[in-house]
């Protein structure tokens, strides 16, 4: 066939899927936008299905979000790129679906455009990079693939793809998830995978890495690190890229218990194709954050969001929530900032956008007994509230919090200082998800610790000043009181508390 014919049906062919896609959207949105659970300042779709945000870039003056999307449905299936850009990573403006399967290689009803990256090529146009999943006769065939625009909004797949069709020897079929990066004058590709140690069951997540010179010719270095029995099974969306003086390897590892979002810090030698590993730690411990992607912002700072659910697979799991009655299904984490402390740990923290979200404040000092107080929680669904506990006044072993109060349910938070663990219990929070999950108070040793609670519709998510492990947790109970109780176990705190109500 004519090349540019084949170019031409290639692009048709596309452009026909988005379209059709779109409009499924369309219905789905219309219903979503009534929804009842629709947060307020966390990213969502129109409507449809959402998983892993994908190739986060800041191209041409927006922050650019895609992600894991299905516009035909609440539930996965077909994956395709939705895509939104933003000025101030608050308000989100919906572009068109970015990619939909629409080619032999990712027309598999479980496939599609599986998870990927973005880059802005040596042409200037923005490149993205994913794994498409198409049929194959004994499995689903996945293979690396590419796609690029010109505007940022409208992208043609490449006609060469696929970039890379097999996977190395004892390598499972179903490596995905690329990233690219440039390093010294030469483009680098991640692709997350799993080693397969036949005959016997056992498997190593694992990075496989690969380089070129233009972005479409790759050649297979190996596998810098692999989980050698310790960080799971298999390593999903992995993100490897410089931090301050190290090199960081972000992951999504599954086999690896309530560790599902993870880091790895420590040296790459690329000519050796060998990470050398220092440090390690969870990126969030709350049951509902999944498949961060880290990319940097123009000011130099390393920005995190993830996707705010869980995958069946994950240990408690229970639902995904009752959101897709109401046309839509998954959010973002809100945006986080990382750096390095000295003892080789992440330090993450919101991302001080958020502060622009700030409304109405009210400060009150307490000294939390054990009898229990119940203060005035105006906008328990959209708010921001601090607590700041002085060292020198706790002689209690724990501090207990509850919120999201109902007559049938109530969420508990747990300051646990006797055991330094902060434990979000949602044993009781409502009739869809249920468990309890635990992250650690480190550093607990200055004159003050401060806990952040960010909440909207269905979701809390915490973070301590130490910065290390936040949580994230979804919650759907609506129609709660707007108080919340303070409750000291075995002696007293003095606590300064501000509350803030969030405006968009
Ligand atoms: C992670 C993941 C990726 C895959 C995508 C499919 O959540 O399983 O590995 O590319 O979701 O939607």
Request: glycine share 8%; with cysteine; aromatic share 12%.
């Amino acid at each position: 066939m004519n090349h540019l014919l084949a170019i031409d049906q290639t692009q048709l062919l596309h452009h026909k899927h988005i379209v059709q896609g779109e409009k499924a959207l369309s219905e789905l949105a219309a219903a979503a936008s009534k929804g009842k659970y629709r947060n307020h300042y966390h990213f969502m779709s129109p409507g449809g299905w959402i998983n892993d945000p994908n190739g986060c870039i800041f191209y041409k003056g927006y922050h650019h979000l895609f992600y894991q999307h299905n516009p035909y449905s609440p539930a996965w299936a077909s994956m395709h790129w939705g895509h939104a850009v933003s000025k101030d990573l608050i308000h989100w403006e919906h572009l068109p679906i970015a990619l939909a399967p629409s080619t032999d290689l990712d027309q598999a009803e479980d496939g599609g455009c599986f998870s990927g990256c973005s880059v802005i090529d040596e042409q200037g146009r923005l490149v993205l990079f994913y794994t498409a999943v198409g049929k194959g006769s004994s499995h689903n065939r996945f293979t690396q693939c590419m796609a690029f625009s010109t505007d940022g909004i409208h992208f043609e797949k490449y006609t060469g793809n696929p970039l890379i069709e097999s996977v190395p020897e004892g390598i499972r079929y179903d490596a995905r998830d690329p990233h690219v990066f440039r390093h010294q004058d030469t483009w680098y590709m991640t692709i997350g995978g799993s080693i397969e140690y036949a005959p016997s069951s056992l498997s190593d997540g694992c990075i496989l890495l690969y380089q070129s010179q233009d972005l479409i010719n790759w050649k297979y270095l190996g596998i810098p690190i692999h989980s050698q029995g310790r960080f799971g099974t298999m390593w999903e969306c992995p993100v490897l890229f410089p931090l301050e003086d190290r090199w960081v390897l972000t992951l999504s590892p599954m086999g690896f218990g309530c560790h599902t979002n993870i880091y790895l810090i420590g040296t790459m030698d690329f000519e050796n194709c060998h990470f050398e590993l220092l440090g390690s730690g969870d990126l969030d411990l709350g049951a509902d954050y999944y498949a961060a992607y880290p990319y940097t912002d123009p000011t130099g700072r390393t920005l995190l969001i993830a996707w705010q659910n869980g995958w069946n697979w994950m240990p408690g799991w229970k639902s995904f929530g009752p959101t897709a009655s109401e046309g839509w299904q998954g959010s973002m984490s809100l945006p986080r900032s990382l750096s390095i402390s000295p003892e080789q740990k992440l330090l993450i923290h919101p991302a001080e956008e958020l502060t622009s979200l700030y409304a109405n404040e009210t400060r009150i000092h307490l000294k939390a007994e054990t009898l229990g107080s119940q203060l005035s929680w105006p906008s328990p669904l959209c708010c921001e509230t601090e607590f700041t506990i002085e060292r020198a006044s706790l002689t209690a072993d724990a501090l207990l919090l509850e919120l999201r109060i109902t007559e049938s349910y109530v969420t508990r938070i747990i300051l646990d200082f006797a055991s330094s663990q902060l434990i979000f219990d949602r044993s009781r929070s409502d009739s869809h998800i249920s468990g309890e999950n635990r992250s650690r108070l480190l550093r607990f040793n200055g004159d003050f610790f401060t806990l952040k609670i960010f909440s909207d519709t269905t979701s809390i998510e915490l973070f301590t000043d130490d910065g290390e492990a936040p949580m994230s947790n979804n919650i759907y109970s609506l129609g709660c009181l707007p108080i919340l109780r303070i409750t000291s176990l075995n002696g007293t705190a003095d606590i300064n508390i501000v509350h803030r109500e969030l405006k968009v």
